[in-house]
């Protein structure tokens, strides 16, 4: 217990001169900080307590499940983001180029993913598997009900779709090359109320209960660290005013239109997105399992 209470001390000090420094910066009023605290005891009153920590939720994850890809710019890593509810394992094994599973009519425009996996030295990594999974088009994650996402209230029903909809394992080549096919995801809502006090803050700071069009995915191969990531699309307005935070510049990849569907054969136009996954080496001395 002595242990746990030092790192409160120490942590809480921490928060202190980081909220004290804000307060000096924008010279903030007994009545600023007053209305605050009245905001946050309506917070409580509402039972959003535990809504509220999705404005901090992904950046405590960076902190401790993303750790081993912390700051990403010193070697051309790329990008840590966190797992989320969504994520169910046993997705099926897929040999690229692969179609992830879907419906034979699966609405949304076509989208085809690809792209090298390699280490931070340039090396690639043959046989890695990209895992990936998303929302569909009509806003739904396959396998789920809403009460996957407790305590957050998100609508999700996938009565009629198949388990594994628009999930898989790709497995790259040898040369480390990837590419699936799937479909343009929807959009995911946090499930915050409209008429709450959070919300009230939301719309006062223009941020957006929904997230940005993404597909996630897990990566690994041997002698890596394994990497959860997701990947943005260019034109989103939602990518710079989430409610979780600003989505990281070099994930947001642009999408290229095709009209030569049928040398494809799809029957509509598709779009293409050219994504690399950068891993990082295991350290010398450690070990670590592949997921």
């Known amino acids: 217990m ?7 001390r120490v942590v809480f000090a921490d928060l202190r001169r ?11 009023t007994l009545d600023e900080l007053l209305a605050g605290v009245d905001w946050l005891q309506q917070v409580a009153d509402a ?3 535990t809504s509220a920590s999705v404005l901090f939720y992904k950046t405590v994850l960076k902190g401790t499940a993303g750790a081993a890809y912390a700051h990403a710019e010193k070697d051309g890593a790329s990008h840590w ?12 094994v897929l040999h690229t180029p692969a179609v992830l599973p879907m419906r034979p009519d699966e609405p949304g ?43 957050l209230d998100i ?9 594994n909809n628009l999930r898989g394992r790709v497995i790259a ?34 941020l957006e209960g929904r997230r940005p069009r993404h597909i996630h995915a897990i990566v690994s191969a041997d002698a ?33 239109r095709h009209e030569d569907h049928r040398t494809r054969g799809l029957d509509q136009p598709y779009r293409t997105l050219t994504h690399d996954f950068v891993l990082r080496p295991v350290p010398e001395g450690s070990t670590v399992s592949r997921r």
């Open 2 to 8: 002595r242990e746990a209470e030092a790192r409160v």
């Open 18 to 28: 980081a909220v004290d420094d804000v307060i000096l910066k924008h010279q903030v």
């Open 47 to 49: 039972g959003e307590l």
């Open 81 to 92: 983001e966190m797992e989320g509810p969504a994520h169910r394992p046993g997705a099926p």
């Open 109 to 151: 425009e076509p989208l085809i993913v690809g792209g090298r996996v390699r280490t931070t030295l340039g090396a690639p990594l043959p046989g890695a598997a990209v895992e990936v999974w998303q929302i569909d088009a009509n806003d739904v994650y396959s396998g789920m009900d809403s009460s996957d996402f407790a305590p």
């Open 155 to 163: 609508p999700n029903d996938s009565t009629g779709v198949p388990a």
């Open 173 to 206: 080549d040898a040369d480390g090359r990837y590419e699936f096919r799937t479909v343009m995801p929807g959009t995911e809502t946090f499930g915050l109320a409209t008429d709450s006090p959070l919300a009230a803050l939301t719309r006062t700071l223009r």
């Open 224 to 256: 890596c660290l394994p990497l959860t990531t997701q990947i943005y699309f260019d034109g989103d307005p939602l990518v710079e005013s989430t409610i979780e935070g600003a989505v990281p510049a070099q994930a947001v990849k642009e999408t290229i």
